[in-house]
Structures are given as C-alpha cells and as structure tokens.
C-alpha cells in the first residue's frame, strides 16, 4: 500500500453542509424534472429512491456493472441516463 506523501498535513472531508451546502439537493432537482416529464412520485417511492441512491454508490454490483459497461461517470451522458433509468 503507497503511504502519504509526508507533507500533507490534513485531510477534510465535506460532509455537505461544512464547507459547501448543496442547495437545492439533487434528488429534488431529479423528481422536479422526472414531474416535469410526467412522472409524478409519491414521498414513499423518494424515500425508496433515496436508499437506492445511497446502496448504489456504496460499491454495489449495480455501479460495478455500470462502470464497466459506460466507463467513468464524471462527464458522461449515457452513464447518467442509464442512472436514471434505474432509479
């Protein structure tokens, strides 16, 4: 395993809110446009959709697939409307 490079001093991690708030947040910029485009959630499928999000990011089979298939997510259309298709 490579160890840090003996200068660096610290390490900060954002915990949104910190030092930058995400405002608005993106789930409620997604279910905006997906009720833009006609399809209307109730809060019980957001909550839902919110766990998918948080278990998808945490190293699921889901991301690996993606991953593998659309390459990097950074900059990459496809990957996001594969995303949105399974959220």
Do not use: C, I
């Not at 840090?4 to 930058?20: E, M, S």
């Not at 997906?34 to 998918?52: D, P, Y």
């Not at 659309?70 to 995303?83: A, C, I, K, L, S």
């Amino acid at each position: 395993m490579e160890k840090f490079p003996l200068n660096v001093k610290a390490v900060v991690f954002d915990l949104d809110g910190t030092l930058r708030h995400s405002e608005p947040p993106a789930l409620a910029v997604f279910y905006a446009l997906a009720a833009e485009l006609g399809f209307e959630t109730s809060e019980s499928q957001r909550r839902v959709g919110e766990r998918w999000v948080n278990a998808y990011w945490a190293d699921s089979p889901e991301l690996e697939e993606d991953l593998l298939r659309y390459g990097d997510w950074r900059e990459n259309g496809p990957f996001w409307v594969n995303h949105a298709r399974r959220h």
